[in-house]
């Protein structure tokens, strides 16, 4: 059941219909209590409108009681613009997420979707309520043709309430209920007249804040290719088949698969394994004109940042797959992780033991290139060999990639990280300054040594004409002392060897 009459959704046009009726508890609760048993740890309550549900107290004192550790109230505001319901909730002592059904980021966008007057405004006075009580707020909301030019206001819309969450979905034609071919033209808009407005709402937000974008093809908006999402974390749904008979758990994003294709060119796209293409009635209506794959080569027009890092360095997971490490070490595992955007892979060692080695966006670390940094992030034992095997991963991967080396291993390699091996605090960080400010114009790295006892490092550096120059880090008393040499006297310095012993000595100094 449902109250509003949004212009995508089954739901409320089964509710005027007289299709859509109040759910019995007992089945679900009984569902519930099988999930939890199934090791299930989350839940979501939605519609419709869960909260008009004469048994939805019940059902929420129910999840309550089982255990789960979040719940999450999917609603459109019409009994919780009441700060005494949402306290109702709260007294049952759930852990809650409310994630409220925006249908547009202006009263008129939301309203005309809804097909509800004052719907827009409950969900504001939800807000409140919800920001009052200090609890968790997410938001929703189908991209249809009635909304899509509104979407750069959420920003100024959500962020003085706190809301730590928005998702922006597709609308699926399948889930719109019965409408005809006018209607369902009305309603779908063209994803690339979309665009210049999700890029507006994107820039709106701080940096940080989780804006995502569900199915949305990623060669249409390949500059928001880091927030579009296409699946998500594995999801049962329960679903109300006849009046009070629930349905089998079906897997939800399988079922939205189902009515999406691809076609040929899709394969030579790097976003290939993570679209699941577009809606079999969007191909029909608008063609696939604009389903442009996103080559390697194009990608790092797009994302010159590096954003979506995984991407980028899929050559160089391959080689980590079959990479031979130097004895005593062979390849345990190779974790893929496109959220963080990391690679984090697993060294066995021989006798026991482990070393575990990640690469990241360039940067800091025990060294980097201008397409990656490799970081050690933890070892059961740290010495020559552990070393021996990041110079040795290294080179290996500088040599698949043609990257350009910004500063490479050293002595002080496992200082870099957690570990904070071998080398005095103070020296470290300064070494850690050095290396996240790397490259210094037109001087490259070629190594770092480290004196007895961790208290001083010497920095080779060398200018492109060959003049070498060597950084200094000493311990005098609690401070860092730092200076420079050339190894041959200069009548006439070069602007770029000037610039770039500037550049580095300004890093030492932070």
């Not at 007992?26 to 309550?45: F, H, N, S, Y």
């Not at 679903?239 to 394969?267: G, H, N, T």
Request: net charge neutral; charged share 25%.
């Amino acid at each position: 059941m449902c109250n509003n009459r949004c212009v995508f959704c089954v739901s409320g046009q089964r509710t005027e219909e007289r299709e859509a009726f109040p759910v019995p508890g007992d089945p679900v609760l009984e569902r519930l209590e099988g999930a939890r048993r199934d090791g299930i740890r989350k839940v979501t309550l939605l519609g419709g409108e869960p909260t008009i549900q004469p048994e939805f107290l019940r059902i929420v004192r129910g999840a309550v009681g089982l255990g789960f550790d979040e719940i999450v109230i999917f609603t459109n505001g019409v009994k919780t613009a009441r700060g005494s319901f949402v306290d109702e909730i709260l007294e049952t002592g759930g852990n809650f997420t409310f994630r409220l059904s925006f249908q547009g980021a202006n009263s008129r966008a939301h309203n005309r979707t809804t097909k509800k007057l004052g719907s827009f405004d409950r969900l504001v006075e939800t807000m409140k309520n919800l920001r009052a009580r200090n609890q968790r707020i997410t938001v929703n909301m189908c991209v249809v043709r009635s909304n899509y030019e509104s979407v750069a206001e959420f920003p100024a819309l959500l962020l003085p309430y706190g809301a730590s969450q928005l998702h922006l979905d597709m609308i699926r034609p399948l889930d719109a209920g019965v409408r005809t071919e006018e209607e369902m033209r009305a309603m779908l808009p063209r994803y690339s007249d979309m665009v210049p407005h999700l890029e507006a709402m994107v820039a709106g937000f701080p940096a940080g804040f989780d804006v995502n974008i569900g199915n949305l093809p990623y060669c249409i908006a390949p500059k928001l290719a880091p927030v579009i999402h296409h699946d998500g974390e594995t999801t049962l749904t329960v679903a109300v088949d006849q009046r009070a008979d629930l349905s089998e758990a079906w897997d939800k994003y399988a079922v939205k698969r189902r009515d999406k294709l691809k076609i040929e060119s899709c394969r030579e796209c790097v976003f290939d394994s993570r679209c699941s293409g577009v809606f079999d009635t969007y191909q029909r209506f608008y063609g696939t004109d604009e389903l442009v794959p996103i080559t390697p080569k194009r990608l790092r027009v797009v994302d010159p940042e590096l954003r979506l890092f995984t991407l980028h360095v899929e050559p160089l997971i391959a080689a980590l797959r079959a990479y031979a490490a130097p004895p005593p070490f062979a390849v345990a595992n190779v974790h893929v992780d496109t959220r963080d955007e990391r690679v984090a892979v697993r060294f066995a060692r021989e006798g026991g033991g482990s070393a575990d080695v990640e690469l990241a966006r360039p940067g800091a670390g025990a060294a980097s290139t201008d397409l990656f940094s490799l970081h050690l992030v933890g070892a059961t034992t740290v010495d020559a060999a552990t070393i021996e095997l990041l110079r040795h991963l290294f080179a290996e991967l500088c040599a698949v990639s043609n990257a350009r080396v910004h500063h490479g291993i050293g002595d002080d390699a496992a200082f870099h990280g957690p570990l904070r091996h071998g080398v005095d605090w103070r020296i470290g960080r300064c070494l850690e300054r050095l290396r996240g400010s790397a490259p210094y114009t037109a001087l490259s790295w070629e190594g770092v040594t480290i004196g007895a006892g961790g208290r001083d490092a010497a920095i080779a550096l060398r200018h492109d004409d060959g003049v070498g120059v060597t950084l200094t880090l000493g311990l005098d008393r609690d401070r860092v002392r730092g200076g420079y040499r050339l190894d041959r006297e200069l009548t006439n310095a070069p602007a770029t060897l000037v610039e770039g012993v500037r550049a580095a000595m300004s890093a030492v100094r932070g």
